[in-house]
């Protein structure tokens, strides 16, 4: 079993970056694909990207491509999300979770929580 913590939200004026980091602990990292996923207040929980155990892959929605970037460190055991061009919009709790052999989101961190001001 894997234990997810996220870290690097916080406030920021729309158009700037923010890079958010997940480290993992517990299990071996590589076992795991991992996601990010984003809950706005008022509203349901979203999937935003995704990143293959080896980092060969990645996946984007559609309200983030070209502006955020999937990447891992392996080594470090460590998961990132680097947000570019951040938009009032992108406001929420993000979240990252890891998923193996069974296809489903099983573990999940306590979230951080990210502003983007206007």
């Known amino acids: 079993q894997v234990q997810l913590v996220e870290s690097g939200g916080g406030l920021v004026q729309a158009g700037g970056s923010l890079r958010l980091s997940c480290a993992a602990s517990g299990h071996t990292f590589m076992s795991y694909d991992m996601g990010w996923f984003r809950q706005a207040p008022g509203k349901e929980r979203e999937y935003v990207a995704a990143?293959?155990?080896?980092?060969?892959?990645?996946y984007y929605a559609d309200s983030v491509k070209g502006r955020f970037t999937a990447s891992r460190d392996n080594a470090n055991s460590t998961a990132f999300l680097q947000m570019n061009s951040l938009k009032p919009e992108d406001t929420a709790i993000y979240y990252c979770?890891?998923?193996?052999?069974?296809?489903?989101?099983?573990?999940w961190g306590p979230g951080t929580q990210v502003t983007v001001s206007s």
């Open positions: 979770a890891a998923m193996d052999s069974s296809s489903v989101w099983d573990y």
């Open positions: 990143i293959s155990w080896s980092g060969g892959t990645t």
